[in-house]
């Protein structure tokens, strides 16, 4: 059994990597897109931000598919989609051809709430922290592997990238197809599948904690993958002069460049997700519980504090982008930006340590919404980047009215010593007995 579950994690784990490989190849090849269709820096964070808008609505779906066909099924259908449409856009001329496609194509990323219902009916509660960060965190440095990657492969040959991308996402949908199981008993399966009704859907949805946990996954994942999409684009024009003073004078020198700045964040916050999980297990075992207001003698309210650590530091790490970028310093910029990936990874692993305990019995649902609704935050954030008169203060503007909020909710909703999974919106309502 232990050799099957980690074949298990190693399959989800290969699927995830390759679609989010294919989600931020876009971002990857954004100054060779740009400079070839002559884009604007408006019509750029346009680009970033349309990598997003597939993930909200198709998390959901796909969380709810998992729990009701499994997560294999559901799983190999996304590679096999959206690498066919990959396969297509390599062979487009047209921009908004190009542009549709690849908005499709973005639809890879839904995949991650796959892979979390699929390695939580593997792994056991005392070591979900650590599975869902190896998972979660190996796929996800998909992103920075792309952007580090694929322009010193490809060049500024995007149309092969996105050619053989689609490709290789055929060939491992067929492998999740042929090797994975959706869970480790038929009993396990059935139950998942039985609690996959509309009403215990809307009962996940409307739980506090769930909400919370929702906003905590948009301050760090949302932000994750809305970087990784921005930042190509941000470095090319708000570091411009420096990156040519480093020797790059060439579109392609320029796309290497920034690439290469903006993998620091994703990259970080891709290595670093396992050992958040970790965290959160060990927070766990020696029952440390250091914030004020949250609760203290849940099960789980070790976990509850790590993630309130963690969001505190990405409120602050994002107040110092700014300072980076206002005084044009490309060097802390860059240092801010690994601490702001590793903050990341600690609230994406510490945010994932805790579904599949709050929400055993419909672990795709919860994924999906807390995975999926989280990820409409992504895409207004490049907006707000590419909005301001300074490129550099919109990072302020978004720690300051957005993400102080969020941490106030969730500090107010992970209050309750009683589980703060039975408190939320039309209690009564949705209110059931558990099998």
């Known amino acids: 059994m232990s050799t099957h579950k980690v074949e298990q994690l190693i399959i989800a784990t290969v699927g995830f ?30 680009l970033a931000s349309s990598a997003i808008w597939m993930a909200p609505a198709g998390r959901i ?10 997560a294999p099924r559901t799983f190999a259908f996304i590679l096999l989609v959206c690498g066919a449409v990959s396969i297509a856009s390599a062979y487009t001329a047209s921009y908004s051809a190009l542009f549709v496609e690849r908005v499709i194509v973005a639809i890879a990323g ?20 650590t599975a869902e960060g190896l998972y979660a965190g190996t796929g996800n440095v998909g992103a920075g ?23 290789v996402a055929i060939g491992i949908a067929v492998w999740y197809l042929v090797r994975g199981q ?84 994703s ?27 949250i609760a203290r003698n849940l099960p789980y309210a070790p976990r509850l504090h790590w993630l309130g650590i963690a969001l505190l530091l990405i409120v602050m790490a994002m107040a110092g982008l700014t300072v980076g970028g206002m005084t044009g310093s490309l060097h802390i910029s860059v240092s801010v930006l690994v601490a702001l990936g590793v903050f990341i990874s600690f609230g994406t692993g510490g945010t994932f340590a805790l579904v599949p305990l709050l929400f055993p019995d419909r672990p795709g649902a919860a ?35 957005l993400f102080l909020p969020f941490v106030l909710f969730y500090f107010w909703a992970a209050r309750h010593e009683r589980h703060p999974e039975e408190h939320g919106l039309l209690t009564n309502a949705l209110a059931f007995e558990e099998a």
């Open 110 to 129: 839904v995949s991650f709430v796959v892979g979390i219902q699929h390695v939580a009916q593997w792994f056991d509660a005392h070591e979900i922290g």
């Open 367 to 401: 994924a999906g919404f807390i995975g999926g609704v989280s990820t409409a935050a992504a895409i207004a954030y490049p907006l707000i980047f590419a909005s301001g008169s300074n490129i550099h203060i919109g990072y302020a503007y978004v720690a300051l009215f």
């Open 61 to 70: 779906i796909a969380g709810w598919a998992s729990d009701r066909f499994g």
């Open 267 to 293: 990259f970080t916050a891709s290595l670093f997700r396992p050992f958040s999980g970790f965290m959160s297990d060990l927070f766990q075992r020696k029952g440390w519980t250091p914030l004020p207001f």
């Open 182 to 265: 959706s869970a480790r008993s038929s009993q396990a399966r059935e139950l998942v599948r039985s609690r996959s009704d509309l009403r215990g859907t809307l009962f996940v949805w409307s739980r506090y904690i769930a909400i919370a946990l929702m906003l905590a996954y948009a301050m760090s994942f949302g932000l994750e993958i809305s970087m990784n999409a921005w930042l190509p684009s941000y470095f090319t024009r708000g570091f411009h002069e420096a990156i040519l003073a480093l020797g790059f004078n060439s579109v392609a020198g320029i796309q290497i460049a920034a690439g290469t700045f903006a993998a620091v964040q």
């Open 145 to 167: 592997a792309g952007a580090l990657l694929l322009p010193r492969i490809f060049g500024l040959n995007y149309q092969g990238a996105f050619l053989w991308l689609g490709v």
């Open 17 to 46: 990597f390759w679609c989010f490989l294919m989600w931020f190849s876009t971002a990857a090849f954004s100054p060779s897109i740009a400079a070839h269709y002559h884009l604007n820096i408006k019509a750029l964070g346009l």
